[in-house]
């Protein structure tokens, strides 16, 4: 027996060897006639890659992205700019009933469902989203880089725990806000039956503005919280160890190991998901849905739920003249988020060390 998985592992390994064998064979056999070929076109003075200034051979060599970026980012905000400007834009004949600058700005602004809230009303699209951002924002953050110190100090079982934690990035959103609305149900849910609330109303029927915020802020939260933990996990494993030793003999305490180390260290690391989550906060638009419906409010509220990215969905979606109404919106939301990241950028030349 002995014998026969000795034979099983030789035979394996000079497999191996046979295949690395080959692959290097391939490469060396690949560069050979690369510098054939490269030797053969400098002679004949016909290789372009030489003639052709830096600036001209990086736009090729990014030709694939800049082609992607172009069709699916760049000209949407062109053709955005270019329906705002539109009156009475109709999509299926492509007829237009005139020209406006600012005329689709101003109802979109108008709109009680949109900045300013009517009194019979509660809540408007960009009031919703600005709570979701300066609330889950934050949270999620501090949340996230708590768990990733507490993560980056266990020992025992620490692939497990870094592996349930990593779940909800790779599940469904709404899967995950179908579970969420049942945790929450006023009939036998788990949120009220765990703090015994009885048929406290979060999301159904009588459910109030700021109980509806919550859970969404909640959902919001939790959903983000997987994929800041693994860029913290990985930053904090790369800080050098010899910090944190020199702090040790020092008897240095561990909050401030953790406020003049960890986070001065990982700052850029910071800064790149404070960025990404203010972006990915603005543009919430699946948790409403799983939670509210496309609807976006609870049924018989007289509030709504409706972020901006779902404000503008609506206007596309009804189709008819409503498309340059939509565009506007959409202009009015990347300006927002344009600002944001600017003073953000800018603040953070004194606090990011790279």
């Known amino acids: 027996m002995a014998s026969l998985i000795k034979n099983i592992k030789s035979s394996f390994r000079k497999m191996t060897t046979s295949i690395k064998t080959f692959f290097w064979d391939m490469r060396r056999a690949f560069n050979a006639r690369k ?3 490269g030797a053969y076109l400098d002679k004949k003075n016909l290789n372009l ?16 992205a800049l082609i992607v970026l172009s069709v699916f980012t760049f000209w949407p ?3 955005s700019f270019r329906l705002m400007l539109y009156e009475g834009y109709n999509m299926s004949n492509n007829t237009i009933t005139g020209y406006t600058i600012f005329g689709n700005f101003i109802k979109v602004i108008n709109d009680e ?31 996230s880089l708590f768990i990733s110190v507490a993560l980056n100090g266990i020992k025992p079982l620490k692939g497990f725990f870094q592996t349930i934690y990593f779940l909800p990035y790779v599940t469904n959103t709404i899967a995950i806000g179908l579970v969420i609305a049942y ?12 703090f015994g609330l009885g048929k406290f109303s979060w999301v159904e029927q009588g459910a109030e503005y700021w109980r509806s915020m919550f859970v969404l802020i909640f959902y919001a939260t ?11 996990l990985t930053s904090i494993q790369g800080i050098d160890k010899q910090y944190y030793q020199a702090a040790a003999i020092d008897a240095t305490p ?22 990404t989550s203010v972006i990915g906060a ?52 990347f300006g927002i988020i344009l600002v944001l990241t600017l003073v953000q950028m800018q603040a953070s030349k004194k606090r990011v060390h790279y």
Not at 222 to 232: D, R
Not at 254 to 275: A, E, G, H, K, Q
């Open 35 to 37: 510098k054939k070929i």
């Open 49 to 64: 890659a030489t003639k052709f200034p830096g600036w001209a051979r990086a736009l090729i060599y990014l030709s694939p």
């Open 77 to 79: 905000i062109i053709n």
């Open 113 to 143: 469902s949109f900045l300013f809230a009517a009194s019979h009303t509660e809540g408007t699209a960009v009031m919703n989203t600005l709570i979701i951002v300066f609330i889950s924002v934050p949270v999620s953050i501090f949340l």
């Open 183 to 194: 945790m929450f149900k006023a009939d036998g849910g788990l949120v009220n039956e765990l």
């Open 222 to 232: 939790w959903g983000t919280l997987a994929f800041k933990i693994m860029v913290f």
């Open 254 to 275: 561990r909050r401030r190991i953790f406020s003049r180390i960890t986070v001065p260290l990982i700052s850029p690391m910071i800064f790149y998901i404070l960025v």
């Open 282 to 333: 603005f543009k919430i638009y699946n948790q409403i849905v799983a939670l509210f419906g496309v609807t976006g409010r609870p049924a018989g509220a007289n509030y709504t739920m409706q972020s901006i990215v779902m404000y503008i969905y609506q206007y596309i979606d009804g189709g008819g003249n409503n498309l340059s109404i939509a565009a506007a919106g959409s202009l009015i939301l």
